[in-house]
């Protein structure tokens, strides 16, 4: 231990340059936030307007399948899944990282005993390589250990992976702390041990464990919650939506009870540095993390590729169950990406707070009070802006993929050609059509009980739908045998659709981007550090609930369409599967969904920690909390 703490030269004689030099490192942190913002909420708006405007255009107006060739916004919908769920969720986790690092070491900066060693310093950073070196030795155990062998395997050997990594990396822990850091150093006036920081990186660590099996049990369709939401749709997509939020406030509880638990013995332990770690603790499992949402999109793509090349129908039912487990573990990435931010967002606000010299927060206080107020309001209005960008992108994904449509089937209609509508087997249809109404208008005349005569014609009507659809297909192929050019979709039509969502993302997130950016710069310059600090804290406080209920309601939307589409829900002894009015249901509960857990949800984390590390960034630059800000010092104190 000796040897590390000699190896390198005594910086006791300029300690101030290592603080001044610690506090430049935030910068970086900034830099992450601001390019995960334009990841995460641009592609968040890109890859939802495509979406819900593909089912909103595809699913819900034409009754197509998901995926199907003949949406023009399909191309758009795909590209969207890797733009969002893979650089969106990478460059959020990426954010964090750099973030959480910079905090610890802005706050190790501040600790005499901590500053003058070069490997004291580096603690943070040795915190997280053992986390990747844990996240490496895990990739072995999905290949060689426990490898998949059947579809039900999946889902169990992703969730798997996270508990292994998270336990590998435990022993890392204290094998980092217990070498790298002093027996005993001072930090904010309180004496601290290195096993309190490393009880304190624990804490954070199997948090992120926890809320991460938490976000599991409630999105996927393997367990009761979203299984009672499939069961609700029998009534509708208003009992579907109602149950879901429900469902996504409940969820938060857990999750919330884990952060405050690693908060609150952080803070005991360490005061803003025990946060800190708890902060790089949850985040050592980020690799596992990123790699388990990153088979979620995949799984989906996959699917997308069979369905537009026309592959055999099996091979969309294996990529479908796929997918429902990638969604679930989609759902974990996000519940621990929210943990993290939310553990990131305080640890910047601690060195924020050593940073401007505030140690003891008065909450009850004008402008702290003004601002706690402030900053809760502060996710909801950036909530509202995202949630609107994305409907009014899709309101124009609908529109055009409506005109493209009602063009082609014009230009159908207008042809000249014979279609040969026997080899098709309409005649078929037509015989079996009118056996069908023959016989529902004989039965009616003796059927005297009025409610059973409602029945009847209610299995009537799914009768004429199928054969409709059977019609529809069958014009198709006729048309498809004349002209198989007429059927195809255009390059140029899908680019149409994928040109709606890139303008959409690049100019919607310059509002939300905005008002991130200049909250805390405005803040702090005209009322003050404390409001400020006030502001911050209220924006955690009710962002990270709202992140955590609007991703799991969303997540658990999607696999509850997906549990009744796989053929898994029974009412009354009847298969209620595609095709069903619970399965609409189950479709327009997913469509509202889309944003909650793919834009609006997860994109609340770059409020959270971009607010933070711009007042880090710009902490020396506010006037002192003695003078307070500049419209404070003109209408006075």
């Not at 399948?65 to 460059?91: F, L, Q, S, T, W």
């Not at 003058?116 to 895990?138: D, E, Q, R």
């Amino acid at each position: 231990k000796a040897l590390f703490f000699n190896a390198y030269k005594d910086n006791g004689d300029c300690e101030s340059c290592t603080v001044t030099m610690y506090e430049c490192i935030a910068g970086y942190g900034l830099g992450g936030s601001s390019i995960a913002m334009f990841g995460r909420v641009g592609g968040g708006i890109y890859t939802k307007a495509a979406d819900v405007g593909a089912d909103l255009a595809g699913k819900v107006d034409q009754g197509w399948d998901e995926d199907d060739p003949r949406n023009p916004a399909v191309i758009a919908d795909n590209v969207g899944d890797n733009v969002g769920d893979i650089a969106g969720m990478g460059a959020d986790l990426f954010g964090s990282f750099a973030e959480a690092t910079c905090a610890a070491l802005v706050l190790c900066a501040q600790s005499p005993d901590l500053a003058v060693h070069f490997t004291s310093m580096s603690f943070p950073i040795l915190v997280s390589v053992g986390g990747l070196l844990a996240c490496f030795l895990t990739s072995f155990f999905a290949t060689h250990f426990f490898p998949v062998k059947k579809d039900a395997d999946v889902e169990t050997a992703l969730k798997l992976q996270l508990l292994i990594s998270t336990v590998i990396a435990t022993p890392i822990v204290f094998f980092v702390s217990g070498v790298f850091l002093p027996y005993s150093f001072d930090i904010s006036g309180k004496t601290v041990y290195w096993y309190s920081a490393a009880i304190c990186i624990l804490a954070g660590l199997w948090s992120g464990l926890i809320i991460g099996f938490i976000t599991e049990y409630y999105t996927s369709f393997s367990y009761r919650p979203t299984q009672r939401l499939a069961e609700a749709c029998e009534t509708g997509p208003a009992t579907n939506i109602i149950y879901g939020l429900a469902l996504g406030y409940k969820s938060a509880i857990i999750p919330i009870v884990c952060l405050c638990i690693t908060m609150f013995l952080g803070y005991t332990l360490g005061r803003m540095f025990g946060i800190a770690c708890g902060a790089l603790g949850i985040l050592m499992t980020l690799a596992t993390g990123l790699t388990i949402d990153a088979y979620g999109p995949i799984t989906d793509n996959a699917g997308g590729i069979a369905e537009m090349t026309g592959m055999p129908k099996h091979v969309r039912k294996n990529t479908d169950k796929l997918d429902a487990a990638g969604n679930t573990t989609a759902a974990i990435g996000k519940g621990f990406a929210i943990g993290s931010a939310a553990l990131v967002s305080l640890a910047l606000f601690g060195a924020f707070a050593d940073t401007v010299g505030i140690y003891e927060l008065q909450l009850i206080g004008a402008w702290q009070f003004a601002g706690l107020v402030l900053g809760a309001m502060i996710p909801y209005w950036f909530f509202a802006m995202t949630m609107e960008s994305v409907g009014q992108a899709a309101n124009k994904m609908v529109l055009e993929v409506r005109r493209q449509v009602n063009e082609k089937r014009q230009g159908q209609a207008d042809s000249k050609q014979v279609l040969d509508y026997k080899s098709q087997g309409v005649d078929k249809i037509r015989q079996s059509l009118q056996a069908a109404l023959e016989g529902g208008i004989n039965e009616n005349k003796s059927i005297g009980n009025v409610q059973e005569l409602s029945n009847r014609v209610g299995e009537l009507s799914k009768i004429l739908r199928e054969k409709q659809e059977e019609l529809e297909q069958a014009h198709g192929r006729a048309l498809g045998a004349a002209d198989p050019d007429s059927l195809e979709t255009s390059n140029e039509q899908y680019e149409k659709c994928i040109a709606i969502a890139t303008d959409a993302s690049l100019k919607e997130m310059i509002a939300p981007g905005a008002l991130v950016l200049l909250t805390p710069i405005v803040v702090g310059f005209l009322f003050g550090v404390k409001m400020l600090a006030g502001v911050l804290l209220g924006s955690l406080a009710s962002g990270v609930s709202m992140a955590i209920s609007a991703s799991n309601t969303g997540g658990a939307w999607d696999n509850a369409k997906k549990y009744i589409g796989a053929g898994k829900l029974v009412i009354n002894g009847e298969v209620r599967g595609k095709k069903t009015e619970e399965h609409n249901a189950a479709i327009i509960g997913d469509t509202v969904g889309d944003p909650l857990k793919d834009t609006s949800g997860p994109a609340l984390n770059i409020v959270m920690k971009l607010m933070a590390i711009v007042s880090l960034v710009f902490a020396r630059a506010f006037p002192s909390e003695s003078k307070g800000g500049y419209l404070q010092q003109l209408i006075g104190k």
